[in-house]
Nanobody, 114 residues
């Protein structure tokens, strides 16, 4: 079993920054691919960024150059640094972990005002 706990969301003005954290725990955790999904109001959940255990990274085009995903394997934590935030980034952000099955955190709200 794996538990994922997100933190760092909040309310920020357009152009501002936030850093999200996801702490993983549980006996089933290992150094596999992790990432971040988000779901805005009335929208489908979309994959924002992924990072493998070796550090290979993928982003959706809309966040390239603004968001940075990273991980600290020593403390089983993945981060999402979000800069130059836009109102369309408003969403609940979910941490994601996958091995043979997928695991999800509870989500953290990010709200970007105009």
């Amino acid at each position: 079993q794996v538990r994922l706990v997100e933190s760092g969301g909040g309310l920020v003005q357009a152009g501002g920054s936030l850093r999200l954290s996801c702490a993983a725990s549980g006996s089933g955790f290992s150094l596999n691919t992790m990432g971040w999904y988000r779901q805005g109001p009335g929208m489908q959940r979309e994959l924002v960024a992924t990072i493998t255990s070796r550090g290979s990274i993928n982003y959706i085009d809309s966040v390239k150059g603004r968001f940075t995903i990273s991980r600290d394997n020593a403390v089983n934590t993945v981060y999402l640094q979000m800069n130059s935030l836009k109102p369309e980034d408003t969403a609940v952000y979910y941490c994601w972990y996958v091995d043979y099955v997928a695991y999800w955190g509870q989500g953290t709200q990010v709200t970007v005002s105009s």
